[in-house]
Each structure stands twice: as structure tokens, then as C-alpha cells.
């Protein structure tokens, strides 16, 4: 029998493809949000914050990027509220869904930030004791 808990060869990376309905537009949301980007071509790019990375693609399906979701942990949701109100993120991209960080049933502070495309990001803390 064969275990399945071995993997064949060590793991190097592990990105997320996240849609773009208008790429250039994303782009920019994504570096004014604090993101760099690594590289980049007209296809997709890779942004970066402190060590993380995905990939933003330019491709859309509506309802793919409307269930989509990214969860980035901080250690402080609100000063990432605070960084998104200074920017003016939601008058700037005209964005549906940005909510100040609450507490949620499951224990942690979420901040709700839905991008140009709709995919939505939670970005939580754990709440301080």
C-alpha cells in the first residue's frame, strides 16, 4: 500500500492564479496596495508582499472571479484599514466591498476588500488577548 503523505519530490513554491477582468487596472490596484511586482508581460504578472506571492492573470470568467477568494494573515488589520482609507482604495477603483476589520464566529478580525475584478480578500488578524 502506498502512502499517500509522501510527496515525490520536495515542494519549491505554491502560487494562486488570481483573475484580472481589466489586467492593467489590477495591476496598479495591486501596487498601490502595497504589492511589487516581480515581473510581468501582458499575459500575467507576479506581486509580492514581504515573501508572498501570486500570480494575476489576464484572463476573466465573472462568475469565477466572483467566488474567488485570497486570504492574507497581518499582524494588524487595522492598520491595513487605516493604510486603505489614506490611499482613498475604494473611491480610486470604485470598489464594491471594503469593510473595517470585525470580529468573526470563527475567532479572527477580518478586513473584507473586494479588488476591480470582485475577487474578494479577507484580511485578518487574531484578536489581541
Given at each position: 500500500?502506498?502512502?499517500?503523505?509522501?510527496?515525490?519530490?520536495?515542494?519549491?513554491?505554491?502560487?494562486?492564479?488570481?483573475?484580472?477582468?481589466?489586467?492593467?487596472?489590477?495591476?496598479r490596484f495591486y501596487r498601490d496596495l502595497g504589492f511589487h511586482e516581480n515581473w510581468g508581460d501582458a499575459q500575467a504578472c507576479e506581486l509580492e508582499l514581504q515573501g508572498y506571492r501570486f500570480l494575476l492573470?489576464?484572463?476573466?470568467?465573472?462568475?469565477?472571479?466572483?467566488?474567488?477568494?485570497?486570504?492574507?494573515?497581518?499582524?494588524?488589520?487595522?492598520?491595513?484599514?487605516?493604510?486603505?482609507?489614506?490611499?482613498?482604495?475604494?473611491?480610486?477603483?470604485?470598489?464594491?466591498?471594503?469593510?473595517?476589520?470585525?470580529?468573526?464566529?470563527?475567532?479572527?478580525?477580518?478586513?473584507?476588500?473586494?479588488?476591480?475584478?470582485?475577487?474578494?480578500?479577507?484580511?485578518?488578524?487574531?484578536?489581541?488577548?
Amino acid at each position: 500500500m502506498t502512502d499517500l503523505h509522501i510527496v515525490p519530490s520536495k515542494v519549491l513554491n505554491l502560487m494562486a492564479f488570481v483573475p484580472a477582468e481589466d489586467f492593467e487596472l489590477s495591476r496598479r490596484f495591486y501596487r498601490d496596495l502595497g504589492f511589487h511586482e516581480n515581473w510581468g508581460d501582458a499575459q500575467a504578472c507576479e506581486l509580492e508582499l514581504q515573501g508572498y506571492r501570486f500570480l494575476l492573470q489576464n484572463f476573466y470568467v465573472k462568475d469565477h472571479a466572483g467566488n474567488f477568494m485570497m486570504h492574507l494573515m497581518v499582524e494588524d488589520a487595522d492598520k491595513w484599514w487605516e493604510h486603505i482609507e489614506n490611499i482613498g482604495l475604494k473611491e480610486r477603483y470604485e470598489l464594491s466591498v471594503v469593510k473595517p476589520p470585525e470580529l468573526q464566529p470563527w475567532g479572527l478580525r477580518v478586513l473584507y476588500l473586494a479588488d476591480p475584478s470582485g475577487v474578494l480578500w479577507h484580511i485578518a488578524d487574531r484578536p489581541r488577548a
